[in-house]
């Protein structure tokens, strides 16, 4: 099969111009500003943007909690992707203690059979031990280099900082990432308990349980351990103006450091507490929604290149699950939903508003998710021989967000009423139309594993830079 998109503006992180692209088989053959090679289906994308499909480095697909499984499995969660332009998606493993972590991969490789996107999983260690240890260059072997750690969530799978640094050293030492989610997760849990034990039990106490220095000091923490180790470091969902200021340090001394944010923390922010009860609820996640001023450090920071990546750390629940936590905060599951707005909201919101231009855009979305995490250039580029995951986006088009509409199977929705402009028009995955004005291609074929490259293979990338000057994550 082959497809020829005709005439679209196409945009990367690096430039735009007008051509033609031809698609053969899964590959991009061909770019070029006109084509003349028959193809089975022609396209015309005149007036259109082509962008590269999108890969969420950060979503939760069936996490188990004891509220129940998150409301996405991987199915419905990746066709609510595909359906907003994200084409492959990075979930997570994350083993009980005890449990070994090879077994826990093969599972969890199991549960995603039927995504329709292409994916692959960020890694959890949860405890310390020489398994541990082994496990973690075997996933490395096996094509599975970034490990996420929780600071917080002590009393389940957060680890302490012996554990970390002790992490961080053997993934540095086999050509890994860690991400981190960082909060300080045992002052969160006298915070937690003190509010409780007061009878402060809404869904604001959630979020004053977890305030933003918190974050802040735990990010510095990591900062700190990742240096003693020489270990590189991604910090996912930074949602705090303070958390920004220790990344920008850190990089300005030439430290490999990265950082992620995610639509919720550039738009929403902690006055949707003071909501009634039925819709606080919706809002619970960790870490909470911030202020005004955090929202706009956040943008600057991805502006200036300090904060690379956007994910969405999607993790939506149902309206009876959040329930479980109506009179106490702390059994409320955390998270909420959103992979399939993250362009549109991006765009809209970010790009309209002149706060990132375009290849900003792209590069956060696409590119610098696929730099960062092992799968570049064969994904986030749109070059001879990438993968031919493609949006022909439509920049024009006008939406209304609601649970009403949405793909996923969550009945919330946090960006209920957000007003949209831009949406993808077709959706190509692996070569394939997956979507076509917002119609699923039933003959889709089921998405790919990824194995992903280890940081040895990209070492330039992740190394301490003697004299950075000013920081510049586009040195791939
Ligand atoms: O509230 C959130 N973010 N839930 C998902 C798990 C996590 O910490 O990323
Ligand atoms: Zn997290
Ligand atoms: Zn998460």
């Not at 549960?111 to 999983?121: G, H, I, K, P, V």
């Not at 088009?397 to 969550?410: E, L, M, P, T, V």
């Not at 280890?454 to 070492?459: G, I, R």
Request: net charge negative; hydrophobic share 40%; with cysteine.
């Amino acid at each position: 099969m082959s497809i020829l998109i005709h005439n679209g503006k196409v945009v990367t992180s690096a430039t735009e111009i007008i051509a033609d692209i031809l698609i053969e088989g899964d590959k991009i053959s061909n770019i070029a500003p006109s084509i003349k090679q028959k193809a089975d289906r022609i396209i015309d994308a005149s007036g259109m943007w082509v962008l590269p499909g999108g890969i969420d480095p950060h979503v939760h697909m069936q996490l188990p909690t004891p509220a129940g499984p998150s409301a996405d499995d991987f199915y419905s969660g990746s066709l609510a992707a595909l359906q907003g332009g994200t084409t492959t998606i990075i979930d997570f493993v994350t083993p009980s203690r005890g449990q070994s972590i090879i077994e826990a991969l093969k599972l969890r490789i199991e549960e995603a059979s039927n995504s329709l996107t292409d994916y692959t999983f960020h890694v959890s260690p949860v405890e310390w031990s020489k398994e541990v240890a082994s496990d973690i260059a075997h996933c490395i072997d096996m094509g599975f280099p970034s490990f996420k750690v929780y600071m917080a969530y002590k009393n389940s799978i957060g680890i302490d900082d012996n554990a970390l640094y002790h992490i961080m050293h053997t993934v540095a030492q086999n050509g890994g990432l860690v991400l981190a989610h960082c909060e300080l997760g045992d002052d969160i849990e006298v915070l937690r308990d003190f509010y409780a034990t007061q009878g402060l039990t809404s869904p604001k106490y959630h979020a004053l349980s977890r305030p933003a220095r918190y974050e802040a000091l735990a990010v510095k923490r990591a900062i700190d351990l990742a240096d003693q180790t020489q270990c590189p470091l991604y910090i996912v969902h930074v949602s705090a103006a303070d958390s920004v200021k220790h990344i920008v340090q850190a990089q300005k001394s030439g430290q490999p450091l990265f950082a992620e944010t995610c639509p919720q923390y550039l738009l929403l922010d902690e006055t949707l507490y003071d909501t009634e009860l039925l819709s606080a609820l919706k809002y619970v996640m960790s870490p909470p929604l911030r202020s005004h001023d955090d929202r706009e450090a956040l943008w600057k920071a991805i502006a200036n290149g300090n904060i690379q990546a956007i994910g969405t750390d999607h993790c939506p629940f149902l309206l009876k699950q959040k329930m479980l936590g109506n009179h106490d905060f702390r059994k409320v599951p955390n998270g909420a939903g959103g992979v399939e707005h993250r362009l549109t909201l991006l765009y809209t919101y970010g790009v309209l508003e002149d706060r990132i231009n375009l290849s900003k855009l792209v590069d956060a979305y696409s590119t610098q998710p696929a730099k960062l995490f092992g799968l570049y250039p064969q994904k986030g580029e749109l070059a001879i021989g990438s993968d031919a995951d493609i949006i022909i986006w439509d920049p024009n088009a006008q939406g209304s967000i609601s649970a009403a509409n949405h793909y996923s199977k969550s009945d919330l929705n946090i960006y209920e009423g957000f007003k949209t402009v831009g949406e993808p028009l077709y959706v190509i995955k692996n070569g394939v139309i997956a979507v076509e004005r917002g119609n699923l291609n039933h003959n889709l074929p089921v998405g790919k594993l990824i194995m992903r490259r280890s940081t040895k293979t990209t070492s330039h990338y992740y190394k301490r830079m003697d004299n950075p000057g000013s920081f510049n994550c586009g040195r791939v």
